[in-house]
């Protein structure tokens, strides 16, 4: 056990955790922030994807004390208040999803690979998909939400 | 996951008395096999000992190799410039491995240490002639891979970093597994002047190995047509759910094939 403080979407949490407590538990369980979520939790699915100082990561692969000093991102703090996050925008009005539960790390792996390529082409989102699994076999929206978010974002494809 | 103790050293002399503080301590890099592992409860150190804070991570050009830090992460070797422009093959290889959460945590020293049967790196290595650096000693690449998942590092060394030759020409071809990407087969050829290199990963039930008769067949004659004639023996390899061992046994072949351009 120990006390950890973590900077999730601009706030420092402090909590104390036992050392095997991961990351996804204390977002979803400590701090109470559930968009994040756990769908497999063998590191297959994607539900769990946030960003860890801007690079994407599954919180159920790492441990909430592996995270100490790192900016984190959820779900939660794409948007801008009400504003949306372009990437939310696109997924919104492109029906980039059915259910919805991998939704949220459909957008987090999507905001980062567009923020490291603006220009990004429907193989590359394809590829950059690829630890993201929709169960409702969404894809094809997904897919088209991504570059729909992509043109939003700046990028000229 | 088992109860466990976490700790976070800077440095890997710090590293070194932290796992022996333990009874049972396990080296944590970028965690992408052992969190894994540790959740399903098939493995229970009573501690981690967290390597990510032991400034490991350096990629550089030295002379006649490419060294790259243990904890360089799968994006930072697929990204860098350093590596695309010295050795291309090994930026692609791990620009293919996993999904690109695993890229942007996995390390190449976890990778190598954790010698899975099936990962791309320890083929690179084995190929390109690398010498792996630890905290005591410097092991050849042919020396470092005694069997699967098992190497020659002791349990309290740490890799520190890898040195890769310089070859005059390599390529790194993989068929992933469909689902896990891990490869099914894939082969990683280099020449050296006159010496080729062929280290085949995902097909061994001794893990990562050198194939000999394609590679004096590639040194005579460096084409993928040379290797029309060799006949890849599938006795020793893996046969499981996904491919038996004669499909693996074609595999290697195709796979060197393709490498060889």
């Known amino acids: 056990m120990g006390e950890i403080s973590l900077k999730l979407n601009g706030e420092l949490e402090t909590r104390d955790v036992a050392d095997n407590t991961l990351l996804v538990d204390f977002i979803r369980e400590h701090v109470g922030l559930t968009g994040t979520h756990v769908g497999c939790d063998t590191s297959q699915c994607g539900a769990c994807v946030i960003h860890l100082d801007g690079v994407s990561v599954k919180a159920c692969t790492i441990l909430a004390k592996q995270a100490v000093g790192a900016d984190i991102t959820t779900i939660e703090g794409l948007a801008d208040g009400d504003e949306l996050h372009p990437m939310q925008e696109a997924f919104h009005e492109n029906h980039g999803l059915q259910c919805g539960f991998c939704t949220p790390g459909m957008v987090m792996s999507a905001v980062e690979m567009v923020n490291k390529n603006k220009d990004i082409s429907e193989d590359e989102i394809r590829e950059g998909l690829e630890g993201n699994i929709c169960r409702c076999t969404g894809y094809h929206n997904i897919v088209q939400s991504v570059k729909a978010g992509a043109a939003k974002m700046g990028g000229k494809n | 996951m088992y109860s466990t103790k976490y700790v976070k050293p800077n440095s890997t002399t710090e590293a070194l008395e932290a796992i022996k503080s333990l009874g049972d301590g396990k080296f944590l890099a970028g965690g992408m096999t052992l969190i894994p592992t540790l959740k399903q409860r098939l493995a229970s150190p009573d501690g981690l000992v967290d ?40 930026a692609k290889l791990a620009d293919g491995i996993g999904d690109r959460q695993v890229r ?50 002791e349990d309290d060394e740490i890799i520190e970093s890898i040195s890769f030759s310089k070859p005059t020409k390599a390529n790194y071809v993989k068929f992933p597994n469909p689902a896990s990407r891990y490869a099914m087969v894939g082969v990683f050829v280099a020449q050296f002047g006159d010496e080729v ?53 074609n595999l290697i072949k195709e796979m060197t094939k393709r490498a060889v351009v």
């Open chain 2, 104 to 153: 942007n945590r996995g390390t190449i020293g976890g990778s190598v240490a954790n010698n899975d049967p099936s990962a791309c790196y320890p083929s690179a290595v084995l190929a390109l002639k690398a010498t792996i650096h630890t905290n005591n000693r410097s092991i050849a690449a042919d020396d470092f891979f005694t069997g699967m998942f098992e190497t020659a590092l």
């Open chain 2, 197 to 249: 290199r062929v280290a085949v990963t995902g097909a061994g039930e001794g893990g990562v190995f050198r194939h000999q008769e394609m590679e004096s067949v590639l040194s005579s004659n460096f084409s993928a047509d040379s290797l029309s004639s060799v006949n890849i023996d599938s006795d020793g390899l893996i046969s499981d759910l996904h491919a038996s061992a004669e499909y693996r046994a």
């Open chain 2, 51 to 90: 390597l990510s804070g032991c400034k490991l991570d350096s990629i550089a050009e030295e002379g006649e190799t490419l060294k790259i830090g243990a904890m360089a992460r799968h994006v930072s070797v697929a990204e860098s410039a350093v590596v695309k422009k010295v050795i291309p093959a090994l």
